[in-house]
């Protein structure tokens, strides 16, 4: 145990901050339901709920309990979208929850203008009219994944652009990959939540179309319905079908065989999120852990923390280390290192693999690391 306090210089202390990066791999069996076919719903990993207002997807049959929540999908639309009507008496299904959902999502991800009304999304992040989001799917990923943020330009989407998954010869259709290319140095800065990058269709420039955002921080993707540009609609309802592959395979009127506008209007948002289900093929980013630390260096010149004030340091007032020899440099061993508050409260320990040696022939600088 030491016999006096030494004061940290502000050259005694540094901070720094690192990265951590971990793939996330979320493949497109398990966002279509793996573990029930999917006409069921109660026991797979596909959750949905009374209120109707979005479906979650767990990595596992949702009652396990080694199940984790990964991502939560719905869709809605905005009330300036030429499919809104607001008519409380018109045949749109769940009206009200879409655009509820809508204005949500848009309050939270882009704000509101200067008139104090909530923003619209835009393809490209700016201001032009011609350029809104206004029928839009989201895909919120759960903490769990995302960690303190998304890494820019690592995220990929491979999604089919129509619920026609085959061809005439019995060939999947390939999917189309999104991505925020080159979002490493181009990304958005004006969301309230955070930063974002736009989603492309290709990865050279000019990149090709954008279709939706991800953000980064939220863990939220957008992306619009104009996506969708074959047949598009919700497998559940439809006839059931396997093929000789496993594979669920929609059909039917009620099935792939609706576009997408009638769609959004016509199905509940339960519907909407099975429908884009069965679309994704495969997503991947990685996620970002921010750990940041500060550093104290510890140092013992030659002439300090030589003795010790431990009650077994003496031996009948002689230096037990000393080996009897008077004539002998005193003698301590550190073990650990205490950091105090200024009032001498200890506020932290770290403890040394192996005693080190300290003698007034030699000086120490232990480095000594907080991660928070």
């Known amino acids: 145990m030491a016999n006096s306090f030494k004061t940290l210089l502000p050259e005694d202390v540094a901070t720094t901050r690192t990265l951590l990066h971990e793939a996330i791999p979320i493949t497109g069996t398990i966002v279509s339901g793996t573990y029930e076919p999917a006409a069921k719903t109660d026991g797979n990993n596909i959750k949905t709920f009374s209120h109707g207002m979005y479906e979650a997807v767990y990595d596992y049959p949702y009652l396990s309990s080694s199940a984790n929540h990964i991502i939560d999908i719905t869709a809605g639309y905005s009330s300036g979208s030429t499919l809104c ?6 045949e749109n299904v769940q009206d009200a929850k879409k655009i509820n959902i809508y204005n949500q999502m848009a309050q939270v991800l882009v704000g ?4 104090g009304k909530i923003k619209e999304f835009d393809r490209d992040g700016s201001s032009a009219t011609d350029t809104k989001m ?6 919120n990923f759960a903490r769990l994944l995302t960690k303190d943020e998304i890494k820019k330009d690592s995220f990929r989407m491979d999604l089919y652009s129509s619920s026609s998954f085959y061809t005439a010869s019995g060939q999947r259709h390939d999917a189309f990959t999104l991505g925020d290319y080159g979002a490493q140095t181009s990304y958005k800065t004006d969301s309230p939540a ?3 990058g736009l989603l492309y269709t290709a990865s050279a420039a000019p990149r090709g ?4 955002h991800i953000y980064y921080q939220a863990g939220i ?3 619009t319905s104009s996506y969708f540009t074959g047949a598009f609609g919700d497998p559940l309802g439809a006839a059931e079908q396997v093929d000789n592959r496993g594979t669920y395979v929609p059909s039917g009127p009620a099935g792939n065989g609706t576009m997408m506008n009638d769609q959004l209007t016509g199905s509940t948002i339960t519907e909407l999120a099975n429908a884009f289900r069965f679309n994704v093929d495969n997503i991947q980013f990685n996620n970002t852990t921010e750990l940041n630390s500060t550093i ?8 300090e923390f030589n003795y010790s004030s431990n009650t077994t340091y003496l031996s009948e007032s002689q230096i037990r280390v000393k080996g009897n020899n008077p004539s002998a440099n005193p003698v301590s061993y550190i073990t650990t290192v205490g950091l105090y508050s200024p009032d001498n409260e200890l506020l932290a320990v770290a403890k ?3 005693p080190l040696k300290k003698t007034p022939s030699n000086e120490l600088t232990l480095r000594v690391r907080l991660d928070y």
């Open 352 to 354: 040394l693999s192996e």
């Open 296 to 303: 104290y260096f510890c140092r013992a010149n030659n002439t």
């Open 221 to 223: 993707a957008v992306l």
């Open 85 to 90: 009507v607001e008519d409380p008496a018109a």
């Open 209 to 212: 179309k954008i279709m939706g």
């Open 112 to 115: 509101y203008d200067t008139n």
């Open 134 to 139: 206004r029928n839009c799917f989201f895909i």
């Open 194 to 196: 955070g930063e974002y």
